[in-house]
Nanobody, 123 residues
Framework: QVQPVESGGGLVQAGNSLRLSCASS????????VGWFRQSPGKKRDFVAA????????TYADSVTGRFTISRDNAKNTVYLQMNSLKPEDTAVYYC????????????????WGQGTQVSVSS
């Protein structure tokens, strides 16, 4: 069973960068599509970015397009989310999820979820 594990969160100032990583402590994520979602207190979980299992396609939320980049290294069993030009409104818990079907913006299509990593951006 795939068990995504996120890492790389932290506290940064606005304008700086962070790179999140998503690996799997169980079965590899190499054959799964992977998405990143985020959730702030009192808000619903929002789609951020997703990438196909082989990396040939990706998609982003409008709010992060041009600032965030999703990539994967299947040899390392890891998916990355490079976040540049961070803004205070990017503050949230970021979740990595794995799916067998490509419905990237639909949370219900993801069968496996990590526990999340906190990203905090100060102004």
């Amino acid at each position: 069973q795939v068990q995504p594990v996120e890492s790389g969160g932290g506290l940064v100032q606005a304008g700086n960068s962070l790179r999140l990583s998503c690996a799997s402590s169980g079965h590899t994520v190499t054959s799964y599509h992977v998405g990143w979602f985020r959730q702030s207190p009192g808000k619903k979980r929002d789609f951020v970015a997703a990438i196909t299992w082989n990396g040939d396609a990706s998609t982003y939320a409008d709010s992060v397009t041009g600032r965030f980049t999703i990539s994967r290294d299947n040899a390392k069993n890891t998916v990355y989310l490079q976040m540049n030009s961070l803004k205070p409104e990017d503050t949230a818990v970021y979740y990595c999820a794995a799916a067998s079907v490509w419905l990237p913006r639909v949370p219900e299509s993801y069968a496996y979820w990590g526990q999340g990593t906190q990203v905090s951006v100060s102004s």
